[in-house]
């Protein structure tokens, strides 16, 4: 695979409907420099596939496919999309979110900033949205803004609670050099703990 300025690397399981949301969620991005990584843990190939198939023509060269047997749970996820990528930038993008367009656009360029250069990673607000899946539609039953009251990240209120979504974080790859990756003994919560190892060497800007 190509390197490209940021790896989108996007877990699923047999969540078809949702896993195509997120493909358009990330080829609607008004930054286009990225590769997708799309790690189906132990589900079902064939529609993986199909989907990937179905918009080549927009992903083009921009995306990898890894298929897992059986599933090896999140984190292992996060680390085989990542090993397999080429950027400088990662972004975890889960099949149930999706992404304001122009999200890759603003994020990159605050870390290609002057004042962005001290940060290894940036992340925004976020709204939360509840849904189901009620046969082939998602359907919407709430919105609302998640932390509104966040106005920055500090690794003393990271401790009392996880303040941050993957979905909204972007940061450096450099930043796996120096604490590592995803811990993959973790059934749940592997991005909190990923987040206070991560803010006891580098800071996230809000």
Not at 166 to 181: A, F
Request: glycine share 6%.
């Amino acid at each position: 695979m190509k390197k490209a300025k940021v790896a989108i690397i996007t877990r699923t399981k047999d969540r078809p409907i949702m896993l195509e949301r997120a493909i358009n969620s990330v080829c609607s991005q008004t930054f286009q420099d990225w590769i997708m990584v799309i790690v189906n843990d132990g589900g079902d190939q064939t529609e993986v596939n199909r989907l990937v198939e179905k918009y080549k023509g927009v992903l083009k060269d921009r995306v990898e496919v890894i298929h897992h047997e059986k599933s090896l749970g999140m984190e292992a996820a996060s680390n085989r999309g990542i090993m397999a990528s080429d950027s400088d930038y990662i972004l975890i993008h889960d099949d149930d979110d999706s992404l304001n367009e122009y999200f890759l656009d603003k994020t990159v360029k605050f870390l290609e900033s002057s004042m962005g250069e001290y940060f290894g990673g940036v992340a925004t607000k976020v709204v939360r949205v509840v849904e189901e899946i009620e046969g082939n539609r998602i359907i919407i039953k709430s919105r609302d803004s998640w932390q509104k009251e966040l106005n920055s990240i500090t690794i003393a209120d990271m401790a009392v609670s996880n303040k941050l979504v993957p979905i909204s974080v972007l940061y450096r790859r450099k930043v796996h050099n120096v604490i590592g990756y995803y811990n993959e003994n973790l059934p749940v919560l592997g991005d909190w703990e990923f987040y206070l190892r991560f803010l006891t060497k580098f800071d996230i800007f809000y």
